[in-house]
């Protein structure tokens, strides 16, 4: 069975990652014997939109939506073109479109990477944080009214759906079941917010019902943040709303070291619709062009990609060989973020090589 992957490298580092997070890819592929069909799109950029006046063409749902997951570097060149444009009229288009409704990312130490929580070694901070992906405090629901004046009121509600708070939590429940801890932390405000946060609540207490073997603790997002720091080793799965999984989603990959190497996957679990896979990181203008970008966070999004495509062996040989070529510290190939002196090839080569040996 073929898989037909979208690529879309998209700026700056996001082009100079995405070589390597294929080699990746390609090197696991034929190891495992996966039928991999890459297709490349120039669209989704910053140079496409000044040559095009937008990011997308009008035809990119259905050029994409039956491709079985894309496969993006980073986008975003604010010199160029204004962030929510860029941001809003590419990535979010597809989070949206495509009703990627979960947002996925493992925080999870890495050998040989310096948490910037002391003391802390690999295998103390193991955990995924898992976002509500479409709705929630992101809402267009609300406005304003006497702009300009000394009345001036703005308004914008929070949407919860039965469907959509059930649905997030069914995911995150599911991943805690495939996990050796079997435990499930909600991320709440029940106390302050005293209508949506209770709801979550009462929709977090019916889903453990069908899930006796998972256990389940919740905490006020403000002390849960508190313990992403100090007690990072508690957690397993942790599920949030749409702001509060915004928030642990940056915190949980920044305890386990560097932006470089954390990867994302934005989800649609009915396949239905493609899902995207991404590093955490953005295109980094500061270092574009240099070719020292740390290709992790690209090679591990595809590590995701092909555990979501059915091959957990696959996946897990190539988050072993990041695992493998982190802790044996050779100064030659890591990039210089992790504390060496290569580059975005030589780091890259050395983790395809050992994905296919
Ligand atoms: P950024 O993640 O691009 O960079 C933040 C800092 O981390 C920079 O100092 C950068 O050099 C460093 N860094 C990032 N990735 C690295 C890597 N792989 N290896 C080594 N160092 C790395 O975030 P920033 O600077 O806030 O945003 C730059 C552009 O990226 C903006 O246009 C922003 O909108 C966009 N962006 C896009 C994202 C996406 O495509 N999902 C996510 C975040 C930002
Ligand atoms: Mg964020």
Redesign the pocket.
């Known amino acids: 069975m073929v898989h037909r992957i979208a690529v879309i490298a998209?700026?700056?580092?996001?082009t100079e990652?995405m070589p390597e997070g294929i080699r990746a890819l390609e090197a696991a592929a034929k190891r495992f014997n996966i039928d991999l069909a890459l297709t490349t799109f120039e669209f989704g950029s910053?140079d496409y939109y000044l040559e095009h006046g937008k990011m997308l063409p009008d035809d990119w749902f259905d050029q994409l939506k039956s491709f079985d997951a894309l496969f993006?570097?980073?986008?975003?060149?604010?010199d160029k073109?204004p962030?929510h444009i860029?941001?809003w009229g590419?990535?979010l288009q597809f989070r949206r479109q495509f009703d990627q409704y979960i947002n996925l990312r493992p925080c999870k130490l890495m050998p040989g990477i310096k948490s910037p929580l002391a003391g802390r070694e690999p295998g103390d901070i193991d955990f995924y944080v898992v976002r509500e992906n479409t709705e929630g405090e992101y809402s267009s629901v609300g406005g304003k009214m006497f702009e300009g004046t000394e009345r001036e009121v703005v308004l914008q509600e929070t949407v919860m759906s039965r469907i959509g708070v059930d649905r997030v939590l069914k995911y995150a429940f599911n991943l805690a079941q495939t996990r050796p801890r079997k435990k499930l932390t909600s991320a709440t405000k029940s106390n302050g917010i005293s209508i949506t946060m209770p709801y979550w609540d009462e929709r977090v207490a019916e889903m453990a019902k069908q899930y006796p073997d998972i256990a389940v603790d919740k905490f006020h997002i403000d002390i849960l943040t508190a313990n992403f720091v100090l007690h990072p080793d508690w957690f397993d799965v942790v599920v949030g709303s749409n702001l509060f999984g915004d928030i642990l989603s940056d915190l949980g990959p920044a305890c386990t070291g560097?932006?470089?190497?954390a990867p994302?996957a934005n989800i649609n679990p009915e396949g239905k619709f493609p899902s995207l896979f991404?590093?955490?990181?953005?295109?980094?203008?500061?270092?574009?062009g240099k070719g020292?970008?740390?290709?992790?966070?690209?090679i591990w999004s595809g590590a995701m990609m092909l555990e979501h495509l059915g091959y957990q062996e696959a996946a897990d040989t190539m988050v072993k060989a990041i695992e493998d070529v982190l802790s044996e510290g050779n100064n030659q190939v890591l990039?210089?973020?992790?504390g060496g002196q290569g580059n975005?090839l030589s780091l890259g080569q050395a983790i395809a090589e050992r994905i296919g040996s």
């Open positions: 998209g700026d700056g580092i996001g990652v910053c993006y570097g980073a986008v975003g060149w604010p073109v962030d860029s941001l590419s990535l560097t932006i470089g190497i994302s991404e590093p955490v990181h953005g295109s980094a203008p500061d270092i574009a020292i970008a740390n290709p992790i966070g690209q990039t210089r973020d992790i975005t």
